[in-house]
Nanobody, 119 residues
Framework: QLQASGGGLVQAGGSLRLSCGAV????????MGWYRQVSGKQREVVAT???????TYADSVKGRFTISRDNFKKMVTLEMNDLKPSDTAVYYC???????????????WGAGTQVTVSS
């Protein structure tokens, strides 16, 4: 249900924008977020945004990354500036979904998108 795009290769100091959209109907989105994972390490939270637009950031990205959402379009975006080689990872979007058809709530993950920052 979640589809992410926008990863790629960029030089240190550059910028990338990740987008994640939800497809389908008859559902709503609560908290959304971006996570990243380096091979061999645990997935870590990068940024989250609640349904009422309250944001949180990992200390390592504060001041460089900005998360935003469009509830009408059911999308979440991560603007990444001043990228560093340490930001290299596979990035995943996630959302808490309220499914009206199934009458349930669950966490959903998009397929990861690779971000590579060269020095």
């Amino acid at each position: 249900q979640l589809q992410a795009s926008g990863g790629g290769l960029v030089q240190a100091g550059g910028s990338l924008r990740l987008s994640c959209g939800a497809v389908g109907r008859n559902y709503n989105l609560k908290d959304m977020g971006w996570y990243r994972q380096v091979s061999g390490k645990q997935r870590e939270v990068v940024a989250t945004i609640s349904a009422n637009y309250i944001t949180t950031y990992a200390d390592s990205v504060k001041g460089r990354f900005t998360i935003s959402r469009d509830n009408f379009k059911k999308m979440v975006t991560l603007e990444m500036n001043d990228l560093k080689p340490s930001d290299t990872a596979v990035y995943y979007c996630s959302a808490e979904i309220v499914d009206y058809v199934l009458d349930s709530e669950y966490q959903n993950w998009g397929a990861g998108t690779q971000v590579t920052v060269s020095s």
